[in-house]
């Protein structure tokens, strides 16, 4: 039953560092937080999120009220159990939640007093392997260990107490449906701030934008092993990459091998705005990895009218093959520079599908319906 006129949401443990400005630094799951709490509060509800940290240019909507615990990992959790009990003693919460969720490792320590409460898990992700320039070889399988023996059990446990679970695509759904009941998953995609990344017509150049943490998982070596095929038949493209990583050496070093040092562009990591003009001033996006979780830069591609280029991995759902881009085959070069050299080459084609992407952003993506998905899964379990 809904406590009061407002339905009253819990986050917890503090698992997240939200941030407002999404400067690319490898990730944006803070900043994708931020923006569903922010929609969520545009409804009739009082949101108490306790978070890691908080990087806010902006002060948040009087009814989410943020509680940052700040420290370590064992600070953290002892600061987000002493606020947790301070804010269920203070508030008739209805509906306990925990947003980010990563398969096989998160739990949530709180159970025992998530128990006595409706309880809800999402955002969630499909998994992905973490490669040894990530972590390194040691920790590889060290965390493998870990969670085998000591981390899977809380999880699963965790899973348990969920009413509900909030899956981010079909592909999550399916995974989790084989631990817990597939009638207590819900698909609500991220979002995406069609503001910030709005729509333009197609730049004169022919850049290739690609906007990830410069990994193995990435792919991005075949993006610079296709350039000198691209380069035959469109001499004046660059390559731009955006992030950073333990890769760039290894990619700069490729490029000169290859002898277009002078074609592919690191740009490191950059700011806010510094990135919504790198999609304004691409022509096209590419982004080739394995394995994700989800691929947010894609979405943000689509949203700024840009035709993408994916690997057809389950993490790329967002992505509608020969309609707002093309889906490819991880590791392929042919056919990642066939296709690039298809849209460089027919600008109809690519403007059509920088619309069709921008209309599925409006439609599908946008915080406002995703925030009002939340609200009526929350609202529902609160009955």
């Known amino acids: 039953m809904v406590s009061s006129d407002k339905l009253k949401v819990l986050i917890t443990p503090p698992t997240l560092d939200l941030n407002d400005t999404h400067n690319y630094h490898g990730g944006a799951i803070g900043n994708i937080s931020y923006n569903l709490l922010c929609s969520l509060a545009d409804f009739n509800a009082e949101i108490y999120a306790i978070i890691k940290s908080r990087n806010l240019a902006f002060s948040p909507p009087s009814n989410l009220k943020l509680y940052p615990t700040g420290g370590k990992m064992f600070e953290r959790a002892i600061g987000g159990s002493k606020q947790t009990n301070k804010i269920l003693k203070k508030e008739k919460i209805d509906v306990i939640t925990q947003l980010y969720f990563f398969y096989g490792v998160s739990f949530n320590p709180m159970l025992r007093k998530v128990k006595d409460y409706p309880f ?93 943490r410069l990994i193995k998982r990435r792919g991005l070596d075949y993006l610079v092993e296709a350039m000198p095929i691209i380069l035959k038949e469109y001499p004046d493209a660059n390559l731009h990459f955006v992030g950073d990583g333990p890769r760039k050496g290894i990619l700069q070093a490729k490029a000169k091998e290859l002898g277009v040092s002078s074609k592919v562009i690191f740009h490191g990591n950059v700011s806010a705005n510094e990135l919504v003009n790198l999609y304004r001033n691409c022509y096209v996006f590419c982004h080739l990895s394995s394995a994700d979780g989800w691929n947010q830069p894609a979405l943000e591609a689509m949203a700024s009218g840009r035709p993408v280029i994916c690997t057809d991995a389950p993490h790329n759902s967002m992505v509608i093959d020969k309609k707002t881009g093309f889906l490819i085959p991880y590791g392929d070069i042919d056919v990642l520079a066939e296709k690039i050299r298809k849209v460089l080459g027919d600008r109809e084609l690519a403007g059509k599908m920088g619309l069709e992407g921008r209309k599925e952003a409006e439609e599908k993506y946008n915080w406002d319906e995703v925030g009002r998905r939340y609200y009526e899964v929350y609202k529902e379990v609160a009955r």
């Open 120 to 212: 809800v898990i999402g955002m969630c992700e499909l998994p992905h392997p973490l490669l040894e320039d990530e972590i390194g070889s040691g920790m590889k399988k060290y965390a493998a260990n870990l969670g085998k023996k000591f981390l899977f059990p809380l999880f699963k446990k965790t899973l348990d107490y969920c009413d509900t679970l909030i899956a981010v695509n079909e592909g999550a759904k399916d995974l989790y449906s084989n631990l817990m009941p597939r009638s207590k998953i819900r698909v609500i995609p991220y979002g995406v701030d069609l503001e910030r990344f709005k729509y333009s017509s197609l730049p004169s150049n022919h850049n290739i934008l690609a906007v990830s």
